[in-house]
């Protein structure tokens, strides 16, 4: 498993949310296993996405993709943060 998280400034969250939910199908085809939006409280504007790939060359290759590029055009982008490594603490 492979992790992403992309840190975004949204100017209308209900619209972008909206938005990022009909790009699903499309992630889950690339090899996306799952996708988690945290939003700030201080600053409803700013939301982290954190994905999980079944494999670090999918989820790459869908960062760089033209799919990808579009739909990030369409609703705004951040600059993917991928992570190789996790550690899962209790507490």
């Known amino acids: 498993m492979f992790h992403a ?9 209900d619209k972008w949310l909206v938005d ?3 790009g699903v199908a499309m992630r889950r085809a690339a090899g ?3 996708a988690v939006v945290f939003r700030n409280p201080g600053d409803p504007h700013e939301v982290l ?3 999980t790939w079944d ?3 999918n989820a790459v290759n869908f960062a760089k993709s033209p ?3 579009d739909f990030s055009e369409a609703i705004g982008s951040g600059i993917p943060l991928f ?3 996790s550690y899962v ?3």
């Open 89 to 91: 603490f209790d507490g």
């Open 55 to 57: 494999s670090e060359e």
């Open 5 to 13: 998280l992309v840190k975004q400034v949204v100017p209308e969250f």
């Open 32 to 34: 996306a296993m799952s």
């Open 67 to 69: 799919q990808a590029t």
């Open 49 to 51: 996405i954190y994905t």
């Open 20 to 22: 990022f939910e009909s």
């Open 83 to 85: 992570l190789t490594e």
